[in-house]
Nanobody, 125 residues
């Protein structure tokens, strides 16, 4: 049974930082790319970042480049997202899931259904 648990969100002022974590079980974690996705109210879910199974390559959507850093600990089946210089537009629910990425896009995997509850990130002015 696949379980995914995101944590680390919260309320932070613009310019502040947060570190998100995602613990998983039931996935072959060390063999699959993993990513972070976010969904703001009234908007579609978007891919934020994706990291290859080994951690050797990372991808970011343009709006977070230079501010967010994705990483993973395969020994602990855990994914991280360090978010610095947060902006109002980063406010969203954040989820982790397997991902596919190119330099142009970050997408989830069609048919993947084991989404967690997410962790809310709210950035205030």
């Amino acid at each position: 049974q696949v379980q995914v648990q995101e944590s680390g969100g919260g309320l932070v002022q613009a310019g502040g930082s947060l570190r998100l974590s995602c613990t998983t079980s039931g996935l072959t974690f060390d063999r699959i790319p993993m990513g972070w996705f976010r969904q703001a109210p009234g908007k579609e879910r978007e891919g934020v970042s994706c990291i290859t199974s080994s951690g050797g390559r990372t991808y970011y959507t343009d709006s977070v480049k230079g501010r967010f850093t994705i990483s993973r600990d395969n020994a602990k089946n855990t994914l991280f997202l360090q978010m610095n210089s947060l902006k109002l537009e980063d406010t969203a629910m954040y989820y982790c899931a397997p991902c596919a990425a190119t330099v142009q896009s970050i997408t989830d995997i069609p048919g993947y259904k084991y989404w967690g509850q997410g962790t809310q990130v709210t950035v205030s002015s």
